[in-house]
């Protein structure tokens, strides 16, 4: 009986620590748990970014590249609408994986194999934007922030019920992680046509880009880190809308200068592509 109520006394201040611990997200403005500052980001990030250059250092594209110029100057003007300081920088890797993400302190990996199928800068654009925005909104550190109490939680509450752990991994997963998970990437989606829509990108091309992503993506929503792309382009459309009577078409091409030197790597990347 004394070990139940140590572990309700344990539970009960894990609960209270937590709630401490709400930060509110940029976007939505509502309370998420994150239970570290933007250093600790910035310092898994890098761990992470130096992990990965390790293993792909055979297949790093020179700087000099056309594949690296061009994400180099696309990225640095989406990153200058995001309100946040990091060490941003690029790294395209030569892989035909299709994949592109940015580590939380900033660090971008693009994969060749994304760059083979996109057809236009706006394309292109809203996959840069839409890695960039999960590192504005601290997306990695609320869903390990969550896992973490998650897991702590439960054992807790098994040894209160049960007096012994069972693996319940699996439960968890489906019924919390992966859920958050969908929601952490319709926002990202959301805040990346608003970055899109400063610089003058087309929001189209974030229709487009999804449309040819389907082919990569389970079949099942419920056994995945991401919506369906059906789900995301709906709330994309919607997205769009709303942006769209709110900005002129004089305003986005005033706003495309932004973008010019990216937009003329573009179009010579997409040249050289063509003939090989």
């Not at 594209?61 to 594949?67: A, D, G, H, M, T």
């Not at 941003?88 to 030569?94: E, H, L, Q």
């Not at 996109?118 to 934007?129: K, P, R």
Request: glycine content about 6%; proline content about 3%.
């Amino acid at each position: 009986m004394l070990y139940r109520r140590v572990l309700l006394g344990l539970g009960a201040a894990g609960v209270g620590t937590t709630s401490y611990f709400l930060d509110k997200s940029p976007l939505t403005g509502k309370r998420r748990l994150i239970l570290w500052g933007e250093n600790v980001d910035i310092y898994i990030g890098q761990i992470t970014s130096e992990n990965l250059h390790t293993q792909y250092k055979e297949r790093i594209l020179y700087e000099s590249s056309i594949e690296h110029q061009l994400v180099k100057y696309l990225s640095h003007s989406i990153v200058q609408e995001i309100p946040i300081k990091r060490d941003w920088n690029v790294t395209v890797i030569d892989d035909p994986s299709v994949n592109a993400f940015v580590t939380p302190d900033g660090s971008i990996f693009v994969f060749k194999g994304l760059l083979d199928i996109v057809d236009s800068i706006d394309e292109l654009g809203f996959i840069l934007a839409h890695e960039c925005s999960h590192v504005y909104l601290r997306h990695s550190a609320n869903q390990l922030s969550t896992r973490g109490i998650l897991s702590v939680i439960v054992m807790l509450f098994q040894l209160w019920l049960f007096g012994d752990i069972y693996n319940t991994s699996m439960a968890e997963n489906l019924l919390i992680i992966l859920p958050m998970s969908r929601k952490c990437e319709l926002e990202a989606d959301k805040y990346a046509l608003i970055l899109e829509s400063k610089l003058g990108l087309r929001l189209e091309g974030a229709s487009s880009m999804m449309s040819k992503l389907k082919k990569y993506e389970l079949r099942t929503e419920l056994l995945s880190t991401h919506p369906l792309s059906d789900h995301r382009v709906k709330e994309i459309i919607a997205t769009t809308m709303k942006l769209k009577d709110e900005t002129t078409p004089h305003d986005y091409e005033v706003l495309r200068l932004k973008i010019a030197v990216a937009t003329k790597l573009f179009e010579k990347y997409e040249k050289i592509r063509n003939k090989r």
